[in-house]
Each structure stands twice: as C-alpha cells, then as structure tokens.
C-alpha cells in the first residue's frame, strides 16, 4: 500500500510494446559494438497528463545527455509491472533501468532479476550518504547492492495546527505519544460542532494497512520469518494494546466521531473541511488536503509516529537489469544519481524550477524526499528553507523525530494481508463489545493461510 502520492504518481500501466523493446535492445548493443555512445533504456517517465511532471522529466533527460554525451536515454512512459514483469525480462522488453517499490526489491534479488551492482556504486557520489535503513531495503543477505533508493515515505501523525491552537494545545508541539494522542484527540472533540479528534480507516484494506502501521509504531511487527516460513505476529499483548486504544478513544472518549468505516478520502475530506484534529498519514497527503479538498498549508502540521518505537516506511528505487552490459550498468547509475540522488542540482535547479512553476516547496517529499543523513541532510533541509511556498517549521516535529524510529515494510502479501485486518479494525470501530482476543485470533489463522503460499 503506498501513500496516497506515490499512489498517485506511480500507479500507471506499462505502455512500452513489443516492438518498442525489442528495437531498443538491439540499438543499445548495436551503438556500443560500433564503439558510440550506450544507450539506455529507462522507465517513469510520467504520462501527458502530467504535463508538470513529464516536462520536468523529459528536460532532465536532455540536459543530462548534454552533460554526458557518451550516454543517450530513450525514456519509456509507465513503471514495472509485478505480473508482467518476468516475462518483459524472459523476451527482452524490460528497460535497462526500471522502478520499483519497496516492496519489490527483496523478491528480484531472490529471483535474481536485478543486476548486482556492489562494484559499481562505490563509485556513485553520496552513496555513504544515504540512510542506512533505506540502501538495506535493496541488499542481499550477503550485503551486495542491486539498487538505490530514490524517494520515501515514514508514516507519522498529521494534525491540524488551527483545531490545536482551538483547543489549547501547542501547535508545535504534537503529541509523541500514545496517551497524548487520545488526551488531546478528546480536547479536540470537546470543541463540539461535529469536530473529530482523531480518525482512521476500517476498510478497502485501508483498515488493515493502518493496524500495520500502529503495530509497528508500539514496536510490533505482522509477520515475522520462522525458517523459510512467515507467520502472523500480532495476535500478541502489543496487537491488544493497539485495538485498546482505539476502542476507548471511540467508545470511551468519544473523540473519533459516530461515522466509521473510513476509507482516505473521507478523512482527507474532514480534514480539509477543518473538522479533524489528526489522522496517522505522511507528508505527501498534505498537497492533497490543499489541491483537492481545499484545505491551507498553513493549517496544517506533522509530527513522527507516536510510541518512539517505530514506523511504517515505504518509497521507490531503481534497479538494473539482470542483461545489463556493464557500460549500461555504469550509465544507468550514472543517471539515478543525476536526477535523483544528486543534492547538487536541488538549490540551484531543482528547487527553483519547483518554485517558478508555483508547485509546492519545503515537504518532506519529492523534489527532496528525506533520504539522507549528515551534512547533505543538512544541506538539503537549508535549500528546502531557502526557497520554501510552505511553511517547512510545521513539519520540523516529523523530521526530528523520524530519524530515531526503527522503519518497517509492509508484510508479504500485504494486499491480501490487509483485507483480513481490516475486519480487525471495522469491528472494533463499530462494535463497542467487540472481543479483541477472538478478532486476532481469527484474523491471525487467516493471515497464516495467506502466508503459507509465500515462497
């Protein structure tokens, strides 16, 4: 499950056809046999409908062959696809350069659909610089690297700074944990006039993706390795924790409204209306509460998953074909730094293009997602601020507090996963007797049925 930008950005159908392939691998080889340039092929390129986005990208593929003659790019529309994405490899469709999730990653490596490129990104600029967790997701056991992070997410609690001031609680101070949580969701919901104080989804697999993301923030897990098997684990003390708190901040402090079975729409919806104090979402919700649902930059701030013990952390990267040559291993490289890995570029073009196109800066997301560590951090987060269009302060909460939590992917299977869970989530929201020891239990036998097929 991502958030709601990267599934906004991301979520497109492969337009790349056989015959398009097929004439790319060959001119590839062919250049390189006659001593010219290597030519890559890459993917995510945005569609036409994102004329912002797709002339961003398709400028930053020009001024990269004018800065590197000795590569040429022919960029494809679309992202991998799971299901079709073996067969692609199998007949020499998959671009030499092609994105992936997260959740991704661990699966080609095992299967050995990615090039490993241990040797190579050494030579990669500000590879040390990249957060540890983050390069992780894209090693073996072994600790080879197959490829590079690009863009993340880290769950955390969005709220809305005017409800906090409202009910007199401090804006810049969110709360951190989950007593805060429920003690000033109640303040909020005391302000009467249909104010919820705290909301969450119960369906569509929204549910269960959210109980994820609370199971980890008590520093719990949903699935854990035994062996070469999974196993459910959150039929546990921590999974009754979880469901405890929502049922008293629902049914006891009446602070998360009489309407559930939420899904995210509804809530960005009260939240852009200026009638939720918070929700467990990332930054990338907030041009969504602003461009769709009316909402004000300013009203609103993110603060990091409550509890201290963990997050839900998702993102993109990019890995090689398996196929590659080594010089279009070295050129493909040589292209995710430039455009996505480059601090560089961020102050002086990024940003400012950002800026000009009146598109936000100063989120902890894309055009500079939060993956780094140390100085370039630093570096970073000050050009965000030099030309910032929202007011970066609001977000300072997330950033200090994100970088302590142990991140968390989703589970195997997590689509599958998510859809028992939120049975979890929708009975304990509409059922003021619900029995938590039963709902885990018999959600916990289900999630090891799915489990079981995870190979």
Not at 4 to 24: E, I, M, N, Q, W
Not at 297 to 317: N, R
């Amino acid at each position: 499950m991502s958030t709601d930008r990267f599934r906004s950005t991301t979520a497109l159908v492969l337009a790349t056809g056989l015959a398009l392939g097929l004439t790319a691998a060959c001119s590839s080889g062919a250049d390189q046999q006659a001593g010219g340039p290597v030519t890559i092929t890459i993917d995510g390129q945005p569609p036409q409908t994102q004329p912002f986005d797709r002339k961003i990208f398709d400028a930053d593929v020009a001024a990269f062959e004018k800065a590197h003659p000795d590569i040429k790019i022919q960029a494809h529309e679309g992202f991998m696809d799971p299901k079709t994405f073996s067969a692609k490899l199998a007949g020499g469709q998959l671009e030499d350069v092609y994105y992936v999730y997260f959740t991704d990653p661990a699966n080609l490596i095992a299967r050995h659909q990615a090039a490993d490129i241990t040797d190579y990104v050494k030579d990669v600029p500000h590879v040390n610089d990249i957060q540890p967790a983050l390069l992780d997701v894209f090693k073996d056991a072994a600790g080879h690297v197959y490829g590079l992070p690009t863009a993340n997410y880290s769950m955390g609690l969005l709220y809305n700074r005017a409800l906090f001031s409202k009910a007199g609680l401090d804006p810049d101070k969110p709360p951190t944990t989950w007593d805060e949580v429920r003690a000033d969701a109640k303040k909020i919901a005391d302000l009467g006039n249909n104010t919820v104080g705290f909301a969450d989804y119960s369906k569509n697999n929204q549910g269960g993706w959210h109980f994820t993301a609370w199971m980890y923030a008590h520093g719990g897990d949903i699935a854990k390795k035994d062996g070469n098997t999974w196993k459910a684990d959150f039929d546990n003390d921590k999974g009754k924790a979880v469901l405890q708190t929502l049922h008293d901040m629902r049914w006891t402090d009446n602070s998360m409204g009489s309407q559930q079975l939420l899904q995210i729409e509804d809530v960005q919806r009260m939240m852009g209306a200026g009638q939720l104090g918070m929700y467990l979402a990332a930054a990338d919700n907030i041009p969504t509460l602003v461009n769709q649902f009316k909402g004000n930059y300013a009203d609103y701030g993110l603060g990091a998953m409550p509890g201290g013990k963990g997050t839900l952390i998702g993102g993109e990267g990019y890995m090689i074909n398996p196929k590659a040559t080594p010089a279009q291993i070295k050129a493909g490289l040589t292209w995710i730094q430039w455009k996505y890995l480059n601090p560089e570029r961020v102050d002086s073009e990024v940003l400012n293009t950002y800026k000009q196109q009146g598109q936000p800066v100063g989120l902890p997301v894309s055009p500079v997602p939060d993956l780094w560590t140390g100085a370039v951090r630093d570096q970073q987060e000050q050009a965000k601020e030099k030309f910032a269009t929202v007011p970066v302060a609001n977000y300072k909460p997330y950033l200090d507090g994100v970088q302590s939590l142990k991140g968390s992917l989703e589970p195997p299977s997590a689509q599958q996963v998510y859809a028992i869970l939120d049975t979890v989530m929708s009975t304990v929201l509409t059922q003021q007797d619900a029995n938590f020891d039963s709902l885990l239990s018999d959600a916990s036998q289900k999630v090891n049925s799915v489990l079981a097929t995870v190979k």
